[in-house]
């Protein structure tokens, strides 16, 4: 089987390679992970594995154990987290998941699995009081990791290291953790709780430390995962607290929508990702767009697109409300900034109007 990128880069020691799909990743993953594991058994005889769990690795996991070629009795596993207070049977325990998607079958069996411990607390007990963190550490310490399968979660967490509280000099290796809402959020959608409240709020989890120790890490990262993480990093978080008057909540949606209607008149490569009309970062609200394939030029027709882009939220104000606001301020920086670049740097006007500098 070969799954071909459709970009590849290598920033600093760190290869990044970009697949068109879910599936096309989880199989890359995969047969990079199992030439690995049958280098490592023939240099050493034997493997430790640390898996993810989660639907964005249901690809990975079912190619990997299709792989042929692999002694899975010579390799032991290892996963990265379990909730606690998690009732016994429950479809999310994370190793049932694992049982259910690889180890049941693999042939021969694994060597060992060495689930984290699903733990209860004692009736009126703290889940930060749980004891078995030690334990795991010392069995990931006695068989160091040789492969570390992980993702990155929806609010951009490593395991169960949720932003800004995953530390990269964590002192343990394992340690109870008090779950992010927008983590538990990700956990109902998997479909394994029927609402909010019954995702548990604490899980037991490894540190960042443990992940980074395995001799390879393999990230398989899905889009949709992260998409929430990428735009708090892009636009800056949601306050959802602000209060705003219906009168501005109105004009932004119209201001939002007329961006939206241009792009999808005059764009041929974007298509719209999002829209909000809740204020986020310096925004009062925002369309977010992506190109349908990767591109390396622009055309002057699709910078031109941009500028119209950009003054589709200006011109919704107009046509509406018959009044402009001062929400286009960073459109029209946008839009300046495009079309001075046009004549300047790429020489996109007649040639008598072509110079240099600003």
Known sequence: MTTNPIFSIRIESLPVTIYNGNREVGQA??????????QVLNERGHANVILATGNSQLTFLETLRQAQGIDWSKINFFHMDEYINLPAGHPASFPAFLKRHFLDYLQPPAGAFYPVPGQQTDPGGRPEDIKGCKEYEELL????????ALGIG??????????????????VWVKVIKLDEVSRRQQLGEGHFPDLQSVPTHAITLTVPALLAAR???????????????????????????????????????HEAGHAIVL????????????????????????AHKPHEDQYYATRKQLIAEICISLGGRAAEDIIFDEISTGASSDLQSCNAIAREMITKYGMSAPSAVRTGR
């Open 29 to 38: 993953a995969a047969a990079d992970a199992a030439a690995y594991l049958k």
């Open 141 to 148: 310490r006695a068989h160091p990791a040789d492969l570390c």
């Open 154 to 171: 929806e609010n951009g967490h490593l395991a169960f290291n949720d932003p800004p509280f995953a530390d990269f000099n964590d002192p």
């Open 216 to 254: 390879k890490g393999s990230k398989t990262i899905v889009y949709e995962d992260i998409s929430e993480a990428v735009f708090k990093v892009m636009i800056g978080p949601e306050k959802k607290s602000r209060i705003i008057s219906e009168k501005e909540r109105r004009l932004t949606a119209y």
């Open 264 to 287: 999808r008149t005059v764009s041929e490569t974007d298509k719209v990702e999002r829209v909000s009309i809740i204020p986020a970062g310096a925004a009062g609200g925002y369309t």
